[in-house]
């Protein structure tokens, strides 16, 4: 009994020192991440306005010169990613865009801007959407080995009858052109003109590497018309994958 009265007291105190010393961090927490945002701001301002706006809606100075229309940051929504469909991005996914931009649009590579202000310009961006406040963050899929049938003729074969299967012809054309029956009029989220990918040319917005298309297969491309394909096996997906490959002009 006695050292239930003398332990009391001392539990008492450690739970409490414990709690305060929690509240604590998250305060530290919170006062850190409000102040990279602020940071951020300062590089968004020097490097984004222009296409993405002040308030990040996408309605920059030169956004009207643009065919492919800029990010509407404030809709939380990101075609390039990691994580699953109707996910937000991971800081990662943020970052791949950032450094290596997005091939075939108005989106340039900032491999130079060093990883701090990269970072504390993503701490901004989340600023603009309550999504990021409100969701919880997933984890990006897993990404197999690129298989060694890889770009094998009999993998070109099965990966052209998935193709045709699977209803790939219908947007992007029966020869990859990207100009299928449904592509005329096709349109995003945001009502901005979306024209399916025509394979002939070989640039993809999020990477020209297998593991690169197989993660888009495997996501979808948020906020267009275009699917994840995960009713597919992994397998029929890298078959695919080596027939897009395939499509580039002037491969034999």
């Known amino acids: 009994m006695l050292i239930k009265l003398v332990l009391s007291p001392l539990l008492f105190l450690f739970f409490t020192t414990s709690a305060v010393a929690c509240e604590g961090c998250l305060i530290a927490e919170a006062v850190a991440a409000e102040n990279m945002a602020s940071v951020g701001r300062g590089v968004y301002l020097r490097y984004c306005t222009g296409c993405h706006g002040e308030k990040g809606d996408g309605k920059g100075k030169g956004s009207t010169l643009l065919v492919i229309k800029p990010r509407d940051l404030t809709s939380g929504i990101f075609k390039f990613k990691s994580t699953q469909m109707g996910s937000l991005p991971t800081d990662e996914d943020l970052i791949h865009t950032i450094i290596n931009g997005l091939p075939g649009s108005s989106m340039p590579a900032f491999p130079l801007l060093p990883e701090s202000e990269i970072r504390s310009v993503i701490a901004y961006i989340k600023t603009f959407s309550e999504r990021w406040k409100k969701e919880k963050l ?115």
């Not at 025509?198 to 690169?212: L, T």
């Not at 297969?217 to 397998?235: K, N």
Request: glycine share 10%; net charge positive; aromatic share 10%.
């Open 138 to 252: 997933q984890t990006s899929i897993f990404l197999p080995s690129t298989p060694v049938f890889m770009n094998t003729a009999d993998s070109v074969l099965k990966g052209r009858e998935l193709y045709i299967a699977n209803g790939c012809n219908i947007c992007h054309g029966d020869s990859g052109d990207g100009k299928g029956p449904a592509a005329e009029g096709m349109a995003d989220t945001w009502s901005n003109p979306c024209r399916p990918r025509n394979f002939k040319r070989g640039i993809y917005r999020s990477g020209a590497k297998p593991k690169d298309l197989f993660k888009t297969l495997s996501t979808g491309i948020e906020g267009t018309p275009m699917p994840a394909f995960t009713y597919i096996s992994e397998e029929e997906r890298w078959h695919l994958i080596s027939y897009l490959l395939s499509l580039k002009a002037g491969k034999k």
